[in-house]
């Protein structure tokens, strides 16, 4: 691991709790001064010394406050105050006195105290060694220093201190990494094995489906009464799944080191997520679908996760509709845009909940009234508001009504766009095109925002291979390609392999001769157009979601084979027959040795792959296709993921392999085909 990112895991750790030292440091520093010029006089103090240790620790005061810029380097900013405050001080202080009890017995302190803030023993380390030798010879060269109380036996009891104490600091951290490790792979593996079986139902009930629109065209219309029943018993078996398919989602996102992921933010629609919500949640009739309805004045977008919003108006009707036995019981989600705030009011006709209970119903594993309640979603929807910039609050009459009300930030709010600053310097931008004033200002831009900019020439295809999996966004001028249509055909195949969002640059009107293909998940933007700015107006477009286009399922495509490689029999067997029913051949295997069987003697245009298999997995069956010559007819054959679960690292993992995509598991039959299409056609 690299320092800049043991940096980062030391701040995150502590972040919690920085603004409480930030207090104690500010206000700490300088009150000392006269505690031990005053009060218990001591051979030497420096009041200007501590204003500056002190002032360092304000901006943990104001974190929340701080100008973007300072985000980017608040990590530094702590360990670099820690070194200067605690070993820098101490250590010249320790000498400047002489080595007097008190200073021996501050210093001791200093230490206990750095290897509670730091636990990671190469950083400590390191602070000590550079604060200690910097305090040591500030001392000794800026001062005439007489030292008379020196005693080789206090080094000793200093370095016993340091050593036991890093140790067993280090050893209780490792034991909670490890506490953290096996939660997340406990609860990645609940999901794999969750999420099989629910895939070969939901292959089972798409073929099921499929079965019975064909019996429909054919059979007589009195039993399409029969047929539409079977139909809708189906889909309501389809929406559990895909609920339970949600939840799954949500507990691998919440165990991640206990925060919210905002990696993946971008702009939603707060209308169509909340209706999306309300159509698609698992209600047990069709009568209580009546119970919820959905009022809005206008609509607007919102930055955050809209899989984890929908979460949160799932559970806010979850607690209300347990009480729908209720006379008169209804559900109104009131959507109010106005200037100031996106507010989102979900009120119920239910029971209510008592004055007393309302402060404490955000606490985790708090309970009332209600059986086989965990405590923990109303906790988890405050997080995931919180992470949005936003906040929910109860309100209520207690036999009468209960009224949750959310506010999220304005998107173009102070705090979005704090956050939006934060998340693009994890951002990875590449331009394909020519050099020019727009690469100059976005080169330029890329310091002041953060993000990582790199440039390749439209000609150079290997360099554009080895770049265009690791960008989070595209950007391709169009101008740069003139009359080269050539070069152009050959890069948009590649784009089309590739799930990155592409912005196709332009400014002269002939550049959109250029055939462009639909597979690409892309946007036009006109630069003489773009506001409010070259580079502002780009960097938008990492955070907005891109509506791809599809093709229709490629029913007379016959001659192209799919490998479909999974362990699991029944998950394997509907999915290739509902691929055989649109026209492909399919060759079944079930782990990856049989999967390098069959690239032996056969030629297939695509392999859908699961991750986790018997005898050979995934990964290393996508590095022995990629990598070794007796597979070189399927070099560049699009592989696809086809997996349970899937994090950041193990997505990167997928890339460096070099799959081309990924598809959680249970996907839709839409889903199949539409990304079928995209590596096909």
């Known amino acids: 691991m690299s320092i800049k990112n043991r ?13 409480i030292i930030g207090y104690l440091g500010a206000i700490g520093f300088p009150l000392y001064y006269f505690v031990w010029n005053y009060l218990f006089p001591q051979q030497y103090e420096n009041l200007l010394l501590r204003v500056i240790c002190g002032s360092l620790f304000i901006p943990f005061i104001l974190k929340d406050h701080m100008p973007n810029w300072f985000s980017r380097f608040k990590d530094i900013h702590f360990v670099f105050t820690l070194t200067i405050a605690l070993p820098f001080f101490f250590s010249y202080m320790l000498l400047m006195n002489d080595w007097s009890i008190i200073w021996i017995m501050s210093f001791m302190t200093a230490v206990f105290l750095s290897i509670l803030l730091i636990y990671d023993v190469y950083i400590i380390t390191g602070m000590s060694i550079i604060g200690i030798a910097t305090g040591v010879t500030a001392a000794l060269s800026f001062n005439h220093v007489e030292i008379h109380n020196f005693h ?17 600091h280090y050893r209780n951290h490792v034991h909670y990494e490890d506490q953290l490790l096996f939660a997340r792979s406990f609860s990645a593996g609940i999901a794999h094995e969750m999420r099989n079986p629910f895939s070969s139902l939901y292959s089972s009930m798409e073929l099921m489906l499929d079965i019975l629109r064909q019996r429909s065209e054919q059979c007589a219309h009195n039993n399409e009464e029969n047929i539409n029943e079977l139909k809708s018993i189906i889909r309501s078996n389809m929406t559990v799944i895909n609920n339970s398919n949600e939840t799954i989602n949500l507990l691998l996102s919440s165990i991640n080191e206990h925060a919210i992921s905002k990696n993946t933010f971008q702009e939603y629609s707060i209308v169509n997520v909340i209706k999306n919500a309300v159509e698609s949640y698992g209600y047990q009739s069709s009568e209580d679908r009546e119970l919820v309805t959905v009022k809005y004045n206008k609509d607007t977008t919102y930055f955050g996760s809209d899989i984890l919003f929908r979460y949160v108006i799932f559970n806010l009707m979850k607690n209300a509709l347990y009480y729908k036995g209720k006379k008169n019981f209804n559900i109104e989600i009131n959507i109010d845009i106005n200037k100031l705030h996106n507010v989102i009011k979900v009120k119920d006709t239910g029971i209510g909940i008592a004055k007393s209970n309302i402060s404490s119903i955000f606490d985790e594993f708090y309970t009332h009234g209600k059986k086989n309640s965990s405590g923990l979603g109303l906790p988890f929807c405050q997080k995931v508001i919180t992470a949005f910039g936003g906040s929910i609050c109860c309100q209520s009459q207690q036999g ?78 169009l101008d740069s390609y003139g009359e080269h249509n050539y070069y152009m055909t050959k890069l948009q195949h590649k784009l089309a392999l590739s799930t990155t969002k592409v912005l196709y640059l ?27 700015g070259v580079t502002e107006g780009i960097c938008r477009y990492f955070f907005t979601h891109f509506n791809q286009e599809t093709v229709p399922s490629p029913n007379s495509l016959e001659t192209q084979s799919i490998l479909l490689v999974d362990d699991n029999t029944s998950l394997r067997m509907y999915t290739g027959i509902l691929l055989q029913r649109s026209g492909y051949h399919v060759i079944h295997a079930e782990n990856g040795l049989k999967a390098l069987q069959h690239l032996d003697t056969h030629n297939v245009d695509l392999i859908m792959m699961d991750l986790e298999m018997p005898l050979m997995g995934g990964l290393e069956t996508a590095k022995q296709i990629r990598g070794n010559d007796q597979y070189k007819n399927h070099h560049h054959t699009p592989i696809i993921c086809f997996s349970a679960s899937l994090n950041t690292e193990q997505q990167q993992e997928l890339k460096a392999a070099g799959m081309n995509g990924f598809i959680f598991k249970p996907a839709t039959k839409d889903q199949i085909f539409e990304t079928i299409d995209r590596y096909l056609n």
Not at 8 to 15: A, D, K, L, T
């Open 7 to 19: 940096i980062n895991n030391v701040y995150r750790y502590f972040e919690p709790n920085l603004s």
């Open 152 to 168: 080789w036996g206090y080094v000793a009891v200093i370095s016993f201190a340091y050593v036991t104490g890093i140790a067993s």
């Open 400 to 477: 009468e009504w209960t009224e949750f009300t959310i506010l999220l930030p304005k998107i173009d709010s102070k705090s979005t766009n704090k956050l939006k600053y934060e998340l693009l310097a994890q951002k990875r931008l590449l331009y394909i095109g020519d050099n020019n004033q727009d690469v100059f200002e976005l080169q330029k831009n890329s310091f002041s925002f953060g993000y990582h900019f790199l440039t390749v020439s439209p000609f150079r295809l290997v360099d554009i291979d080895q770049h265009l999996n690791q960008a989070d966004m595209i950007l391709v001028n």
């Open 506 to 532: 332009y400014r002269e009107e002939k550049a959109l001769h250029l055939i462009l293909n639909p597979k690409v998940n892309y946007k036009l933007v006109n630069l003489d157009k773009l506001k409010p």
